[in-house]
């Protein structure tokens, strides 16, 4: 995403994704392409809040109800919007910003300087160039004294603004006030309550309480971590067929009802709303726009020796485009997929928390794959996209189901009762590689009718 304020995009025709469980399985042939664009600490005594009732078992596109999920689950915490604020004058724009309006000049100055050098040398005379080289040689120690010192003023820069990630531990580099970021955050916000104020639904639809409820739940299940506590969640349930859920830094939660018709059931559900919640409560946004800033302001003493040092504009535009292309994939890139798996992690451990069905969460994702490889759509390489792929993702979340069921164990939850939903998802993969394979040979074999044919929901 491009505003490094959103924290999870799913894209896709949501008209045709419909529940991948049980017989409506064979509804994915409907289903285009879809793509995700989003070692915890914890102390020796671990705080568990939550409701001893598991959530509900099932939501459809069509029959949502608020009584899927227990009527004791809390609203804690939870705000609900009934109408939209006008957004309030601002008496200096936030720090951010700031940064993003002026990111494009400092390009531009870089551009001119190093455009400048390079007209410069190329106007010196042959003697003058030498006696410059001459004198760059006599005084390469001095030049390589300054080259270290501003290196290592950016590394004491760098280091100067590490803070510890909360619930993981782990060292992030923050580079704006988290209090001006909520700004920023507050203006986007409002952008997206004026673009979506018609399609809000109210709180009395029942696709709305169950958003609540899920959310209500979580927050409730994890308020003895701070930063859960801290954050007023605000529902928004949009009328939008996208596949598509985000929460905004300042506890704005966006859900549209495509999300709904996507998942197969509410613990589903539970841990998408726990991923997004956990990109909020470990700060990711600022945390990318700080090292994006960060590497943007070093990416222009390279751009002004790129344009410097070629001879020529067209030269120095193809090693610019090089140079940006290098940072996005090198660095960038990266350090988004590092961010979704670590929300992944901590959102899982939101859900365990919650009582939640765990295992549920990979399922999600081999249903994404699944939906692609149906529809044949050609798998992008996980160093193209900012998300690890559908694949990686279950998997990495397959390893983490064991400690985040010790977690569950932990906070005295019920015990998971029936078959394993990742047990069920393979059985419904083979019945289905099985179903289509007789439809395409249906002279070649001949089905014995006094064998019963299986009868998968059972299985």
Same mark, same amino acid.
């Given at each position: 995403?491009?505003?490094?304020?959103?924290?999870?995009?799913?894209?896709?025709?949501?008209?045709?994704?419909?529940? +991948?469980?049980?017989?409506?399985?064979?509804?994915?042939?409907?289903?285009?392409?879809?793509?995700?664009?989003?070692?915890?600490?914890?102390?020796?005594?671990?705080?568990?809040?939550?409701? +001893?009732?598991?959530?509900?078992?099932?939501?459809?596109?069509?029959?949502?109800?608020?009584?899927?999920?227990?009527?004791?689950?809390?609203?804690?915490?939870?705000?609900?919007?009934?109408?939209?604020?006008?957004?309030?004058?601002?008496?200096?724009?936030?720090?951010?910003? +700031?940064?993003?309006?002026?990111?494009?000049?400092?390009?531009?100055?870089?551009?001119?300087?190093?455009?400048?050098?390079?007209?410069?040398?190329?106007?010196?005379?042959?003697?003058?160039?030498?006696?410059?080289?001459?004198?760059?040689?006599?005084?390469?120690?001095?030049?390589?004294?300054?080259?270290?010192? &501003?290196?290592?003023?950016?590394?004491?820069?760098?280091?100067?603004?590490?803070?510890?990630?909360?619930?993981?531990?782990?060292?992030?580099? &923050?580079?704006?006030?988290?209090?001006?970021?909520?700004?920023?955050?507050?203006?986007?916000?409002?952008?997206?309550?004026?673009?979506?104020?018609?399609?809000?639904?109210?709180?009395?639809?029942?696709?709305?309480?169950?958003?609540?409820?899920?959310?209500?739940?979580?927050?409730?299940?994890?308020?003895?971590?701070?930063?859960?506590?801290?954050?007023?969640?605000?529902?928004?349930?949009?009328?939008?067929?996208?596949?598509?859920? +985000?929460?905004?830094?300042?506890?704005?939660?966006?859900?549209?009802?495509?999300?709904?018709?996507?998942?197969?059931?509410?613990?589903?559900?539970?841990?998408?709303?726990?991923?997004?919640?956990?990109?909020?409560?470990?700060?990711?946004?600022?945390?990318?726009?700080?090292?994006?800033?960060?590497?943007?302001?070093?990416?222009?003493?390279?751009?002004?020796?790129?344009?410097?040092?070629?001879?020529?504009?067209?030269?120095?535009? &193809?090693?610019?485009?090089?140079?940006?292309?290098?940072?996005?994939?090198?660095?960038?890139?990266?350090?988004?997929?590092?961010?979704?798996?670590?929300?992944?992690?901590?959102?899982?451990?939101?859900?365990?928390?919650?009582?939640?069905?765990?295992?549920?969460?990979?399922?999600?994702?081999?249903?994404?794959?699944?939906?692609?490889?149906?529809?044949?759509?050609?798998?992008?390489?996980?160093?193209?996209?900012?998300?690890?792929?559908?694949?990686?993702?279950?998997?990495?979340?397959?390893?983490?189901?064991?400690?985040?069921?010790?977690?569950?164990?932990?906070?005295?939850?019920?015990?998971?009762?029936?078959?394993?939903?990742?047990?069920?998802?393979?059985?419904?993969?083979?019945?289905?590689?099985?179903?289509?394979?007789?439809?395409?040979?249906?002279?070649?074999?001949?089905?014995?009718?006094?064998?019963?044919?299986?009868?998968?929901?059972?299985?």
């Amino acid at each position: 995403l491009s505003g490094n304020t959103r924290n999870c995009f799913l894209t896709g025709n949501p008209d045709s994704h419909r529940n +991948f469980v049980g017989k409506r399985l064979e509804r994915l042939l409907n289903v285009p392409n879809t793509g995700v664009y989003r070692n915890a600490h914890h102390s020796s005594q671990r705080f568990c809040f939550q409701s +001893f009732q598991p959530p509900g078992e099932k939501i459809t596109s069509l029959q949502i109800s608020s009584a899927e999920l227990p009527h004791h689950f809390s609203a804690w915490n939870v705000h609900i919007i009934r109408s939209l604020h006008t957004s309030p004058s601002f008496q200096a724009a936030p720090v951010p910003l +700031f940064w993003i309006i002026v990111k494009p000049a400092q390009k531009l100055l870089a551009i001119i300087l190093g455009r400048s050098i390079r007209n410069w040398w190329k106007a010196l005379p042959p003697n003058k160039r030498e006696l410059f080289k001459e004198s760059a040689r006599k005084n390469k120690w001095k030049i390589l004294l300054g080259v270290s010192s &501003l290196g290592v003023v950016f590394i004491m820069f760098y280091f100067t603004h590490l803070e510890e990630t909360p619930i993981t531990g782990r060292a992030r580099l &923050l580079v704006f006030g988290k209090e001006h970021f909520r700004e920023l955050s507050q203006m986007e916000y409002e952008m997206w309550m004026e673009e979506f104020k018609n399609q809000m639904l109210p709180e009395t639809d029942a696709r709305y309480q169950v958003v609540e409820r899920v959310v209500g739940h979580l927050s409730e299940s994890n308020k003895d971590i701070p930063e859960v506590s801290a954050l007023k969640w605000v529902i928004h349930v949009v009328d939008e067929p996208g596949v598509n859920a +985000f929460v905004l830094p300042n506890g704005q939660v966006f859900v549209f009802t495509g999300l709904l018709d996507a998942v197969s059931d509410i613990h589903q559900l539970s841990f998408i709303l726990g991923h997004e919640i956990a990109h909020a409560v470990l700060e990711h946004a600022v945390k990318k726009a700080s090292l994006v800033h960060f590497l943007d302001f070093l990416s222009l003493i390279f751009l002004t020796m790129i344009w410097a040092i070629c001879p020529r504009d067209s030269l120095a535009v &193809l090693g610019q485009w090089v140079q940006s292309k290098l940072q996005e994939f090198m660095f960038d890139r990266p350090y988004s997929r590092t961010l979704e798996a670590e929300a992944d992690k901590v959102g899982l451990q939101f859900a365990a928390k919650a009582c939640v069905d765990v295992r549920a969460s990979s399922v999600f994702w081999q249903q994404m794959e699944l939906a692609e490889t149906i529809q044949g759509q050609p798998k992008i390489p996980e160093w193209l996209s900012t998300h690890p792929s559908h694949e990686n993702r279950a998997e990495h979340l397959d390893r983490l189901i064991p400690q985040a069921l010790k977690i569950r164990e932990s906070c005295n939850c019920p015990s998971l009762s029936g078959p394993d939903p990742r047990l069920i998802f393979r059985l419904n993969m083979q019945h289905l590689l099985e179903s289509s394979k007789d439809r395409e040979t249906p002279n070649s074999t001949q089905q014995d009718p006094s064998k019963p044919k299986p009868d998968f929901a059972h299985t």
